[in-house]
Nanobody
């Protein structure tokens, strides 16, 4: 399984970015995919995930600003980030092979995901 993120960069506060994750060797029917982020000196935290049925979940501090989606081929995952804030600056990671459903309490727990991309940096000033 290979996950490759792209779309990161520098943006002024209030702006938008769209991250992409290209998945190969992965079957969407196998479990949740999600987006996580890690700022320097902080633990990796879950942002949002999507399950095999298309249901989504979000951490409170991105609700209404960030949106997860995937394309019809189910091989590309996206994260639309709007109204960016300086505290959104972090390395953003795509992950796969999480719980079966976003209803699981672990759907935003990095420890239960088995596959990870290399990350893409987002800097908001």
């Amino acid at each position: 399984v290979q996950l490759v993120e792209s779309g990161g960069g520098s943006m002024q506060a209030g702006g938008s970015l769209r991250l992409s994750c290209a998945a190969s060797g992965w079957t969407y029917s196998s479990g949740c995919m999600g987006w996580f982020r890690q700022a320097p000196g902080k633990e990796r935290e879950g942002i949002t995930s999507i399950d095999v049925d298309g249901f989504t979940t979000y951490v409170d501090f991105v609700k209404g600003r960030f949106f997860i989606s995937r394309d019809y081929t189910k091989t590309n995952l996206f994260l639309q980030m709007n109204s960016l804030k300086s505290e959104d600056s972090a390395m953003y990671y795509c992950a796969a092979d999480g719980p079966r459903t976003v209803a699981a309490v672990t759907s935003l727990n990095a420890q239960v995901y088995n596959y990870w991309g290399q990350g893409t940096q987002v800097t908001v000033s």
